[in-house]
T-cell receptor, first 112, second 112 residues
Framework: KNEVEQSPQNLTAQEGEFITINCSYS?????LHWLQQHPGGGIVSLFM???GKKKHGRLIATINIQEKHSSLHITASHPRDSAVYIC??????????????FGTGTSLTVIP | NAGVTQTPKFQVLKTGQSMTLQCAQD?????MSWYRQDPGMGLRLIHY???????DQGEVPNGYNVSRSTTEDFPLRLLSAAPSQTSVYFC???????????FGAGTRLSVL
């Protein structure tokens, strides 16, 4: 049973394309996280959101709590956006515990 | 501000050898955790700690030990390495009151 499902698993895009990565979850949550993992690198947190939409540069994250779904959009994609994008939700609705369910990640490759 | 520091970055072991993966954070975070990341699977929690002197098992604890003698350090010990422990290991820390984690750069471990 996967509490967090991401799609697609792999994605190849041409530079400049608009990209959408989807995340569905089955547990009640207080917030959802989007993480970025570069090849051979560590993991960094991009967004934590509990409602609506957040924007950081060319990255936009949205969440629909009722539908238990979140999307990560990348506008005007660039080869440096090539990475694995991971969706994560807390395993408990409260803010304590700091344990998460992680999606398996979406591997994005942006071709020049 | 170093954040979360993991050492070593790469390690090759023979079956049966023991070793310790080091993790240190300088953000005074109460919560620290160890994950392993395997192809096609999300990050899986091995052990975690909510403060100095307190540790608990995660989803996949077998074959690993941890201790938390100080707030800063959270080493992960492999007692007798097995090929099934070939993986990428990530340490993370977070403040206990916030649902956001800071990850180390990872340790790529191969057990032959």
């Amino acid at each position: 049973k996967n509490e967090v499902e991401q799609s697609p698993q792999n994605l190849t895009a041409q530079e400049g394309e608009f990209i959408t990565i989807n995340c569905s979850y089955s547990v009640g949550i207080s917030a959802l996280h989007w993480l970025q993992q570069h090849p051979g690198g560590g993991i960094v947190s991009l967004f934590m959101l509990s409602s609506g939409k957040k924007k950081h540069g060319r990255l936009i994250a949205t969440i629909n709590i009722q539908e238990k779904h979140s999307s990560l959009h990348i506008t005007a994609s660039h080869p440096r956006d090539s990475a694995v994008y991971i969706c994560a939700v807390p395993s408990r609705p409260s803010n304590t515990g700091n344990q998460f369910y992680f999606g398996t990640g979406t591997s994005l490759t942006v071709i020049p | 501000n170093a954040g979360v520091t993991q050492t070593p970055k790469f390690q090759v072991l023979k079956t049966g050898q023991s070793m310790t993966l080091q993790c240190a954070q300088d953000m005074n975070h109460e919560y620290m955790s160890w994950y392993r990341q395997d192809p096609g699977m999300g990050l899986r929690l091995i052990h975690y700690s909510v403060g100095a002197g307190i540790t608990d098992q995660g989803e996949v604890p077998n074959g690993y030990n941890v201790s938390r003698s100080t707030t800063e350090d959270f080493p992960l010990r492999l007692l007798s390495a097995a090929p099934s422990q070939t993986s990428v290991y990530f340490c993370a820390s977070s403040p206990i009151t916030k649902n956001i984690q800071y990850f180390g750069a990872g340790t790529r471990l191969s057990v032959l």
